[in-house]
């Protein structure tokens, strides 16, 4: 599907991006590409779509040289996905989904049919959200809308620069699991910028590990984590410390986030939903004053209840919600995750809420990695 042959990138200042990398991308394969700072990652994608040309060697789409295809046609033909998201603020949902379709010339009903199609794929209701602007949506659901408008002309090839490394953990592991749903549907060729092993490995087919603009492992992950190839690659991904885990097993403590966002049950809706777009959450963890989880509060059910003025979050929050104690052992939470389909697991303290795990934060925990992610915000009462 897609093939660099030889791929070199050298600025006029002499600095080499690339140097003469080769590689092949199957058709329908997720492609991580990842690297510190620099390593030439975002450069090997941005080749694709022809945002960056090459001084050097050969990228192919199917066969085709895509040097000699005009740059905006090549361009309307490959979904792009960015950290920033760039919906037009002045367009509804809709607009935007439907922008790429309507320069290529689709017909209006088609266009609308898949504006629908493409909502419905990642649990946005068409008649609720398809006529609102994107600063009336959290940034949870306007980077799903970042996604779907990528797949709105049904192109091919999608790139993705770090999509969700803007949102909060949570937020962040619900695109993660959707990503990985929506590509079991539609089976598109992905290339995908990032810098967190963690997401790589959850998302990714395969993984390129690139450092200093050269490509040092492209394997599965399951490959790399059994046979990484370089001391490089096995500080990249944490292998030393793996190989530690049977001596020191981690509790719950060690893989949470300890700073969430909170609120109180008598909260109403539309506070609710102004905190979760401020800080970009999906959730909200309903707290009394002793810090005692009573439920928690997700945006579908305060726009579901959004309507009926007289409700609070206490009203609509969610009782029934799977947590663990502070000292609980790793395996009681990764069977949290694995039999309750969980996105994310309270961690309590006698009762009142401590933190929160996700899947991302436990395998940092695995890893030895003491978690520095932090959610942002506070408790809703502090503001």
């Not at 979760?276 to 579908?300: C, F, W």
């Not at 003025?309 to 694995?338: C, N, Q, R, W």
Request: charged share 30%.
């Amino acid at each position: 599907m897609i093939t660099f042959k030889n791929v070199a990138k050298k600025y006029p200042d002499g600095f080499e991006a690339l140097k003469n990398i080769d590689f092949h991308i199957k058709k329908g394969e997720l492609i991580a590409l990842i690297g510190p700072s620099g390593c030439g990652k975002t450069t090997t994608m941005k080749m694709i779509n022809r945002l960056i040309e090459p001084t050097g060697g050969t990228i192919l789409i199917d066969g085709e040289d895509i040097s000699e295809k005009d740059p905006v046609k090549l361009r309307r033909n490959i979904g792009y996905v960015i950290q920033q998201i760039g919906l037009l603020p002045h367009m509804t949902i809709g607009e935007n989904i439907s922008l790429v379709p309507r320069l290529k010339g689709w017909k209006k009903d088609k266009y609308d049919h898949k504006i629908d199609e493409l909502l419905n794929l990642v649990g946005l209701d068409p008649e609720t959200f398809k006529d609102r602007y994107p600063s009336e949506l959290s940034g949870g659901q306007q980077q799903r809308i970042g996604v779907i408008r990528a797949l709105a002309a049904e192109p091919p090839v999608i790139l993705m620069d770090e999509p969700f490394s803007a949102l909060d953990p949570i937020s962040r592991e619900q695109l993660q699991d959707e990503l990985i749903k929506l590509q079991d549907t539609i089976q598109k060729t992905i290339v995908f910028v990032t810098h967190d092993m963690d997401e790589a490995l959850k998302i990714a087919d395969r993984i390129a590990i690139m450092r200093e603009g050269r490509i040092v492992q492209f394997d599965t992950p399951e490959r790399i984590l059994r046979h990484p190839a370089d001391d490089f690659v096995k500080g990249f991904i944490g292998e030393q410390r793996l190989e530690d885990l049977s001596n020191d097993k981690p509790a719950a403590a060690d893989l949470m986030i300890d700073k969430v966002v909170t609120a109180r049950a008598s909260r109403g809706l539309a506070e609710a939903l102004k905190m979760m777009k401020r800080y970009k959450v999906d959730s909200l963890m309903v707290t009394n004053p002793e810090d005692q989880l009573l439920g928690i509060a997700t945006i579908g059910a305060v726009e579901r209840f959004y309507n009926e003025e007289d409700k609070t979050i206490g009203d609509i929050m969610d009782k029934d919600f799977h947590a663990v104690e502070l000292e609980s052992p790793y395996t009681d939470v990764a069977e949290v995750f694995a039999k309750k389909r969980a996105s994310f697991i309270p961690v309590l303290n006698n009762g009142k809420l401590a933190g929160l795990i996700t899947q991302s934060t436990m395998m940092r925990g695995l890893a030895g990695m003491k978690t520095s992610a932090r959610q942002e915000g506070g408790s809703l009462d502090e503001q």
